[in-house]
């Protein structure tokens, strides 16, 4: 397998970071929130009205409370109510109060009478300071079962999404009071448990046991159709009181009894339905029954299945900028961020409950870095291929540059043998010049591609030493003809007896341009001194001219390729502006650096500082 490359690192570390901080984001509360809110909207956006439901809610509502004598005939009106139902035959009814008090003893009686002759009855109890508040023994006997009214309403939004299905003291567990309906309409058999869920009759009901006693249901909650005055069908005790057609509504249904009027106290509860309307406890029982009745369950995904998916979208938006450029990829990235909307939705319709915070912070995470990064990345292959094409082109200056001279003298050199009868000497010593110059030539040449190399990083560097005196006398021979051109004179300052470590053709190179500079930008009749001077472990190998100089701007700017001083321009002399940027580079190569000190009109001075060779036996000797 191939070895990854570091930006390959890099890409796969940048959106690891992404996905981590945008999974742990997606497990906080204000992202919790968030999908409370998403779910809530989905749930309207999908809500359809119940229609030929199962349950319905008998209702102590305003009109009932005024016209039969208020909350204090509470009990009394519930009797009626179940007297007047009992003839409609219902498969339960569930009575949505707490009868845990006993109430005036006529009332209590004929309630009591009234509960002995309803089928399938359920009683309601609550869970109040760690002890069940149940019915009083003489209504309790007459129910076959009991069971909680607990709501489950978000710790952050106190929105009703869920009810706990069970609620348990240490000593007594109960069931849900639309669970133990479901349970006696379905012919009153055992609940069967597991860890998924709970299973009544055959109907497996998804409520996950997150700890004891903890499992907990989703309620799918139906639409309110516009006229209705609740999302389940409603039936008042008093239109019971006043006609048959009421009666007709509970006729084998299961009947919740429970308070609907706005002036009853407590039991209301935000829910899903939003707008700030609250919908009483019994409807969101009967909603429960109906939610368990129809087998409409809403199950969450599973935690782990969420986090392989922010996982999976990850991957994605990484593929999909690694593989693809350009509009393409960003096409790709904005179908992935599309598709992670919409998912959540898609998948609410079939019953799946799937987070949009973290897959969504994920793929717009991942997306915006992937793409940043290849941004980057793009740019800076650009960058380097660019700085490739000018370098390229440097190079091409300066060997034309550079190759003018020897090419010069050895077109001179043979046209003079060519044309004229020359004496066996001349004819000698032209060939030598030839000769020499062809091979100055080809070491222009390697010295070119060596420092091309050099640029590159791809050369070691030569490390040999050698006398800083040899160099100097050869840069000297060499730029001799040019000097005396322009009857400058070439003086030798002190010339230290040192060594330096490196590479010799390069250095040579070096001192060469800078005496070839000298000679260039000074007038004629001037002098040029050289002098190589050791300052302990330095040395000092400076070229001092009584040229054209420079000022303090120029002088930042010389080492740049291309630049050339308007002086130089002005001066007639050809350059093309790289000497120097190339001298920098082999002085930096060997560890040195260079100084340079001029003034318009008063010359000019160059130093490379180089470290020095240390001969093996002064390091003996030191130690
Ligand atoms: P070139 O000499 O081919 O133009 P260099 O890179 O060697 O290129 O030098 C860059 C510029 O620095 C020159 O064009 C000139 O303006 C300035 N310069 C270099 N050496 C001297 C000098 N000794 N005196 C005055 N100006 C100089």
């Not at 069940?132 to 069971?147: N, T, V």
Request: with cysteine; proline share 5%; aromatic share 6%.
């Amino acid at each position: 397998m191939r070895r990854l490359r570091l930006p390959e690192i890099g890409y796969v570390a940048a959106l690891a970071a992404c996905s981590v901080i945008a999974i742990v984001a997606g497990w906080t509360a204000p992202a919790a929130q968030l999908d409370n809110d998403a779910y809530d909207f989905l749930f309207r956006l999908t809500a359809r009205p119940v229609g030929g439901a199962e349950a319905v809610v008998l209702a102590i509502d305003e009109p009932t409370l005024v016209a039969l004598g208020g909350m204090r005939r509470l009990r009394s009106i519930v009797a009626q109510g179940l007297e007047r139902a009992a003839s409609a035959h219902p498969k339960a009814v569930v009575v949505d109060l707490i009868l845990a008090d006993a109430g005036e003893p006529t009332e209590d009686a004929r309630l009591e009478a009234a509960l002995s002759r309803t089928n399938n009855l359920v009683l309601a109890c609550n869970l109040v300071g760690g002890n069940w508040e149940d019915p009083l023994a003489r209504f309790a006997r007459q129910a076959r079962a009991i069971g909680h009214v607990h709501a489950d309403p978000d710790p952050l939004d106190n929105v009703t999404r869920r009810i706990p299905l069970e609620k348990a003291t240490r000593a007594e567990r109960r069931w849900a009071l639309a669970l133990e309906a479901f349970r006696l309409a379905r012919g009153g058999g055992p609940v069967l448990e597991s860890p998924e869920g709970v299973e009544v009759a055959g109907t497996f009901i998804p409520a996950r046991r997150t700890g004891e006693a903890s499992r907990s249901m989703l309620v799918r909650y139906f639409a309110r159709p516009e006229q209705a005055r609740a999302s389940m069908p409603l039936v008042s005790i008093l239109e019971l009181e006043r006609g048959r057609a009421a009666l007709d509504e509970l006729r084998g249904k299961v009947v919740f009894v429970g308070l609907t009027a706005q002036s009853a106290p407590g039991d209301r509860h935000a829910t899903p339905h939003g707008g700030g309307r609250q919908l009483p406890g019994v409807e969101i029982h009967a909603s429960a029954y109906e939610t368990m009745a129809r087998g409409e369950f809403l199950r969450p995904v599973r935690d782990s299945v969420v986090l392989l998916s922010c996982l999976g979208i990850a991957a994605a938006a990484g593929i999909t900028f690694a593989f693809l450029s350009g509009w393409v990829a960003h096409l790709f990235g904005a179908l992935l961020l599309v598709a992670v909307h919409l998912a959540p939705a898609a998948l609410f319709r079939a019953g799946l409950i799937f987070p949009y915070a973290a897959p969504l912070a994920t793929a717009w995470l991942t997306v915006a870095g992937a793409a940043t990064y290849q941004h980057f990345v793009v740019r800076r292959l650009l960058r380097r291929s660019e700085a490739a094409r000018s370098r390229y082109q440097q190079a091409i200056h300066f060997v034309t540059h550079e190759m003018r001279t020897p090419l010069t003298a050895i077109q001179g050199s043979s046209e003079l043998m060519g044309r004229y009868a020359l004496s066996e000497d001349k004819r000698r010593q032209l060939a030598q010049m030839i000769n020499a110059e062809s091979k100055r030539l080809a070491r222009l040449i390697q010295t070119f591609l060596d420092v091309e190399r050099l640029s590159e990083g791809q050369m070691e560097l030569k490390r040999e030493p050698f006398a800083v005196a040899t160099i100097v006398e050869s840069c000297l021979e060499r730029v001799r003809p040019l000097a005396e051109r322009k009857r400058i004179a070439l003086l030798k300052g002190e010339i230290a007896d040192a060594e330096l470590v490196g590479d010799q053709e390069l250095m040579e190179y070096a001192v060469y341009n800078l005496l070839n500079n000298a000679v260039k930008y000074s007038p004629p009749e001037t002098e040029i001194t050289i002098s190589a001077q050791r300052d302990h472990q330095r040395l000092r190998l400076s070229v001092k001219d009584q040229g054209i100089g420079m000022d303090e701007a120029e002088l930042k700017n010389i080492f740049r390729k291309f630049y050339r001083t308007r002086r130089a321009e002005a001066s007639g002399e050809a350059g093309t502006g790289i000497g120097l940027a190339i001298v920098e580079q082999v002085v930096s190569h060997h560890g040195g650096r260079i100084e340079v000190t001029s003034k318009p009109g008063a010359g000019s001075c160059f130093t490379l500082v180089l470290p020095v060779a240390v001969p093996a036996r002064e390091v003996k000797s030191r130690r």
